[in-house]
């Protein structure tokens, strides 16, 4: 098996790896451990802290990221295995996401913020939900939450906060 | 009322965005896990597998050889001083030292390089235990001969409220009617997003610091003093930003706060601590499961005569605000209802399970979901229609309460009747199709509480020379919107905008003194000292400003970011040309301080009589439900709530916290329950622990809550609590539903599918047995 | 108590082709090396140390081992690293195989269905995973592969007990075949759990129907449970009841009663075992009336 400083298919490297991420449009070239997932990566390694930690089980969406333009609980997901894939976080592109700003107003004028600790995975799960489906049915946008929990809000807001979002991304009267 | 007292305001009652939601919603808000400094350590815990042990001997010299660790901690490192909640119950220790009392149960601590390391070194500290008898039901602990839990508290009672204000025999002698019931409640957890966190430091002057996920930094400041054994002055906490609270863990000092700063000190570097959800969901801190047994007597049209309540609680291995917490129960059982004879008996047992305190609402949604259900049950017997006997036993504003409570707004009847007219309740009951049902239910809250010891919230206001205003005080914003709804009052006051208004964290070393966020004090303490705080920053402006425009202090308005005179077009100046004039030319800052203690009354905890708080607030609510008959699944297909919170001075704010604390109530009612077998939790995991997703509720359009506006004069503004008694009615309102919708009367929670088919077959088969 | 922890070490490796995967899994013991699919289960294995492997595949760079094609013969072909998602959103399933479309769409939330694969479902040999009692109802079959070549086993036979598949010595699922439903079928896939979403499965029933086009008797009719026993099974005997009969009430309830009798679900914290049978029972009957009305309106139907 061939070794070296890079991770190339097929060959098994042993404790340090070196992994290309590219991560809100920056690519990044960082030595991590194998077993490493993408949420810590993110956020021990790339100080991207915006994606939270918290139930650790695929159950809560607090570390939900876009890989491909897919939402993915990161928590769940190896650094390694995003090698070649285009990751987008909660902290957005540097050039600025008028969509995942225009999401992040809806969420704050409509008072769909309460402690905060689920708005990234919220917001990014409605990023993915609105490029799929720009004028999703209230039963459409609960059906995309239940990867999410929130204890503060009861949910109302956050789903009128996604369908204000819509109605501002869409065309103009076609929501 | 007539007209709508906020059309006086200019600010206040809005619908006003939260001031960081923007920050949160971008991830740029900083929560303490999210804080890295430099040569910072990681910190784990090693928890008890015994529910109840000895610690015979540690050896941590394998754990301590690993490469990477850097220090570790046991009890015996810290100076063996008790600290607690309440002055008569200090039974928390930084780490166990002699004994272990519940599954989790802190034992040692480690700092390393990472938490690959830390998690590493706790396989190698050695712990010999010498397993002692455990008792897991409070019934059975209070027997003779049960093990102790706690050396000093014979027949494991841990704390108990007992009182009897009026006659109950007589008046049970006197009642055409008297029912009794047992009802049953389940574990709960607080179940927020963010797991418990820390990074403390112990720097080489002596000087502590914790920053921390705290709703009551200063009770943790005094926490953290007392069991370290130094003064309180050599603590600092700082409160990062709090990712839900709702009391228990981010209350108090937790054993990874100390542990974080005495690693520190050991290491010389600060110490990161973070929970893993399945910890937070092991350890203590939830609410209270309790046994509930209601006697209540009534005269023939359903006039409450009497109530006399015993319930016993599984108060877990330690006490945490468990005295309260039993005081409380029985309190608010002389709310909503007027109830003139009342006797309440009250038993805390220590169990070897996690132990209990506070979460949103407390001991009250328990009772109300007792009181609320037998209720149901009387109004049937006695042929009264559910929202005739509640009108009928209604609280009114002014009533004296039998246990002293003095009731200042209070639109009770009105939340009933809005909730009426909203839910379509009369065109509903008993019209709509087999299993589907409609049912009530009422509860109520108080806006902050007079606790023995510190209950004052005091604020600071500082306007700058460029019109904007920094606001200080010591109350935390968890996600409930203190900062916001302080920020309008401030901006209220000064005739500015709420976005000119800072709002700072709190941060001991520099925020004024305050017992924190809880017990739904904050808009009310708190903003009432704001709002003093502010008068007097005006007052001082008010001055400087006269003695620039040669005006009287008096006439000046202050609105628009600026000072004037209505009457005189001549006399008009910025705020901040204001501030700059008195800055430099007088040489004089602008700083207003405001205190609120609400009064000088006391509540006599031993006798249960006192005026507990400077305002109460009514809650009811209706909810239609859809059960499945074959497999007693209940799906909740409409909420209607009102709620009688003063003024709403935010009401985007009130809108979240209404319902957030409905739905945290149908979790309660329907999914929720932490399930411990032998002192084991089975189901640590968001996974098991079931809350309630977005597709478990109702569709916008049948999910309402209403303000019924009043202006409560004690309140800054008129307003008062909207975070916990909503709440309150939601249990008994599902029990209700459930009911008219199957037949089937649930007295035990959570009312899972399972409970509720047996309880269909057992319907079905009296019914068979009826029909000929 | 064993609380998560970061996850263990292990060696991580990434290939390309299912060769190479075969060649890595050849003779590697049980322990030694993990495959790793979508993730949802391993990495909480692994972070309960329920499982500590030198060596993890990840497959999701094994490009071959994702499609969705419907074969000459009418016939589909799922690579076994086909995302729940890909399944979802395949025209050819929401056309001709609509069972399954409806039991995907009830699985976890959009980022499990993101990562999670089919034939990470069918090998974790979960009795409260979906897929395999919905596969089985619709006849599939599961490919093995590995360095010794590919062998064919119906999925009905795939799970001798509890936990464990048929793969041995370095096998992999590498491809499900479904066969064409047959003209006049139909199924519907019920899941029962406390809250409307996400909850593990308390009791699964997938019943397939095939009827005749002019009578509406029951041709043929397949059940397959999840959650009922220790390995997701399919109630031969309690489909014997009806097939070949028309549908009727009394058929239903003695296909119910021996449904019952079949299952043996296990009473733990999460559910009582009487409770599960009384499930067991009801959806059963509730499954097989929704798809034979399915099959016999042609909304279901195979075209």
């Known amino acids: 098996m061939a070794k070296g400083r890079f991770a190339q298919r097929g060959s098994i490297v042993k404790d340090l790896m070196t992994v290309s991420l590219r991560v809100n449009g920056i690519l990044h070239e960082v030595a991590i451990r194998p077993w490493r997932t993408l949420l810590e990566v993110l956020r021990e390694t790339l100080a991207l802290t915006g994606t939270k930690r918290s139930c650790g089980e695929g159950q809560c969406g607090a570390c939900t990221v876009l890989i491909d333009g897919r939402a993915v609980n990161s928590c769940l997901y190896l650094a390694a295995e995003a090698q070649g894939k285009d990751i987008v976080t909660i902290e957005g592109p540097v050039g600025g996401d008028p969509a995942l700003e225009q999401i992040q107003r809806s969420f704050a004028t409509k008072g769909a913020v309460q402690c905060g600790f689920c708005t990234p995975g919220m917001v990014m799960i409605t990023k993915s939900l609105l490029a799929e489906n720009p004028r999703p049915s209230e039963d459409e946008i609960r059906a995309a939450l239940v990867g999410h929990l929130c204890r503060c809000t009861g949910y109302v807001q956050i789903v009128e906060a996604i369908q204000d979002a819509a109605r501002e991304l869409a065309p103009k009267g076609s929501y | 009322m007539a007209e709508d007292p906020r059309d006086k305001f200019h600010v206040l009652g809005r619908p006003t965005p939260k001031k960081d939601a923007l920050l949160k919603a971008s991830g740029r808000a900083e929560y303490a896990d999210d804080i890295a400094m430099p040569g910072m350590l990681h910190g784990k815990l090693l928890r008890s597998p ?714 079905r088969e009296t019914d068979r047995q009826r029909t000929p | 108590m064993t609380y998560l922890r970061r996850l263990p070490r292990f060696e991580f490796v990434s290939p390309d082709s299912l060769a190479e995967v075969c060649a890595m899994t050849a003779g590697a013991s049980d322990g030694e090396v993990m495959l790793l699919a979508g993730g949802t289960d391993a990495i909480l294995q692994m972070r309960r140390r329920e499982r500590t492997p030198r060596r993890v595949i990840g497959l999701k760079g094994v490009a071959e081992l994702a499609f969705v094609r419907e074969q000459p013969d009418g016939s589909l072909a799922l690579g076994a690293m086909t995302t729940l998602q890909t399944l979802l959103s395949a025209p050819v399933v929401r056309q001709r195989y609509d069972l399954l479309r409806e039991a995907t769409a009830q699985i976890g939330g959009q980022e499990l269905r993101n990562v999670a694969t089919v034939g990470g479902n069918i090998a974790g040999a979960l009795p409260c995973a979906d897929l395999p009692p919905v596969l089985m109802t619709l006849e599939a079959r599961v490919r093995l592969s590995s360095q010794r070549g590919d062998r064919w086993v119906a999925l009905e036979e795939f799970f001798p007990e509890f936990g464990r598949t048929v793969a041995v010595d370095g096998e992999l699922v590498s491809e499900i075949s479904l066969p064409r439903p047959a003209p006049n079928s139909a199924g519907t896939y019920l899941k029962f759990h406390d809250r409307q979403s996400m909850d593990m499965t308390v009791v699964g029933v997938s019943a397939f129907v095939v009827c005749e086009g002019e009578t509406q008797v029951i041709r043929d009719i397949r059940l397959a449970y999840a959650s009922a026993a220790p390995t997701v099974f399919r109630a031969r005997e309690a489909e014997a009841v009806l097939r070949g009969c028309a549908m009727s009430e009394e058929g239903l309830e003695a296909t119910a009663e021996m449904a019952c009798k079949v299952s043996n679900p296990r009473t733990s914290w999460r559910a009582n075992g009487e409770y599960r049978r009384e499930l067991i029972s009801s959806l059963t009957k509730r499954a097989i009336r929704h798809a034979w009305q399915k099959a016999v309106s042609r909304k279901g139907a195979a075209s």
């Not at chain 2, 396989?123 to 019934?139: G, K, S």
């Not at chain 2, 520190?264 to 570097?269: A, C, L, N, P, Y």
């Not at chain 2, 509930?292 to 319930?311: E, P, Y």
């Not at chain 2, 009933?416 to 299993?435: D, F």
Request: aromatic share 8%; hydrophobic share 40%; glycine share 10%.
């Open chain 2, 50 to 763: 015994h529910p109840h042990a000895r610690i015979v001997r540690i050896d941590s010299s394998r754990a301590a050889a690993l490469p990477g660790v850097r220090a570790i901690v046991t009890g015996s490192d810290f100076p063996n001083i008790r600290y607690g909640n309440l002055p008569q119950t200090r039974d928390y220790l930084p780490l166990a030292i002699d004994t272990v009392r519940y599954i989790g149960d802190e034992v040692a601590a480690v700092a390393a390089i990472d938490e690959d390391t830390a998690e590493e070194a706790l396989d190698l500290i050695q712990v010999e235990y010498e397993p002692l008898p455990a008792v897991f039901d409070p019934e059975a602990a209070m027997q003779p001969g049960a093990p102790q839990v706690h050396p000093l508290a014979p027949g494991n009672v841990s704390a108990s409220s007992i009182f009897h204000f009026g006659d109950v025999e007589t008046a049970f002698a006197k009642s055409d009617y008297v029912r009794e019931d047992a009802f049953e409640t389940q574990a709960v957890k607080q179940g927020m997003l963010e797991p418990h966190a820390c990074i403390g430091m112990w720097d080489n002057i002596g000087k502590v610091t914790l920053w921390a996920s705290k709703m009551s930094p200063y009770v943790v400041w005094r926490q953290l003093a007392m069991g370290l054994g130094i003064q309180p002055g050599s603590v600092r906490v700082v409160q990062t930003f709090v990712g839900g609270g709702f009391s228990g863990g981010k209350q108090e000092a937790m054993p990874m706060d100390f542990c974080a700063v005495l690693l520190s000190k050991k290491t010389g570097r600060p110490v990161k601590f973070v929970h893993g959800m399945d910890e937070v969901l092991t350890i203590g801190h939830m609410r209270h499961p309790m046994k509930i047994w209601l006697r209540t007597g009534t005269s023939a049209d359903g006039r409450l005569l009497a109530q006399h309540c015993k319930l016993i609680a599984n108060g877990g291995a330690y006490s945490s605000i468990g005295g309260f917490s039993m005081y409380l129960a029985g309190a608010m059982l002389n709310l909503p209802y007027r109830v003139p004879n009342i006797k309440f008996d009250a038993f805390r047992v220590y169990t070897n399970n996690g132990f209990c305190g506070a979460l949103r609402g407390h001991t009250i949604p328990q009772l109300c979901f007792a009181r609320d259900t037998q209720l149901e049950l009387i109004a049937a017997e006695l042929g009264l229609d559910p929202l005739e006997i509640r009108h009928r036993n209604a609280i009114q504003p002014g009533d004296v309460t039998a246990n002293g409570f003095r009731i200042g707004t209070f639109a009770f009847d009105e939340c009933i009747e809005r909730v009426a007219e909203t839910s379509g309740w009369r065109e509903k009951r008993g019209k709509l199709p087999k299993y589907r049902g409609i049912g009530f239910g009422c509860g109520s809250h108080l806006s902050g509480a007079r606790l023995m010891g510190h209950s004052a919230s005091a604020a600071e206001i500082r306007v700058q020379e460029d019109g904007t205003v920094q606001l200080t005080t010591g109350s935390t914003d968890v996600g409930q919107g203190a900062d916001t709804v302080l920020s309008m009052i401030a901006a209220e006051v000064l005739g500015v905008e709420a976005e000119d208004v800072r709002f700072t964290r709190v941060d001991t070393d520099s925020t004024p003194v305050d017992p924190g966020t809880f017990g739904s004090r904050v808009t009310f303490f708190t903003g009432n000292a704001v709002k003093r705080a502010a008068e007097e920053a005006r007052r001082q402006l008010a001055e400087i400003a006269a003695q620039r425009m040669e005006a009287n202090a008096e006439d000046l308005v202050f609105r628009g970011r600026e000072i004037f005179n209505p009457r005189d077009e001549r006399q008009r100046i910025s705020l901040k040309d204001a501030v700059r004039w008195g800055a430099f030319r007088l040489g004089r800052i602008v700083s207003g301080r405001g205190v609120y203690a609400a009064g000088d009354e006391n509540v006599d905890f031993r006798t249960g009589y006192g005026n507990l708080s400077p305002a109460y607030n009514p809650s009811a609510c209706a909810v239609e439900v859809e059960v499945d008959p074959q497999t007693g699944q209940v799906a909740v297909v409409g909420f209607w709530g009102a709620d009688d919170s003063g003024t709403p001075l935010n009401p985007l704010g009130v809108k979240g916290q209404v319902l957030g604390a409905t739905v945290m109530s149908i979790g309660h009612a329907l999914y929720e329950n932490l399930i411990r077998v032998d002192g084991q939790v089975m189901n640590p995991s968001f996974r098991d622990y079931k809350m309630p997703l977005a597709t478990d509720l109702p569709k916008l359009e049948n999910f309402q809550h209403a303000s019924v506006i009043t202006w409560e004069p004690e309140g800054p503004f008129g307003a008062k609590e909207s975070g916990q008694g909503a709440g309150t009615g939601v249990l008994a309102a599902l029990a209700n539903a459930i009911y008219d919708a199957t037949g089937v009367r649930l007295t035990r929670l959570p009312m899972t599918p399972e409970n509720i088919l047996s309880g269909l077959k057992r319907v």
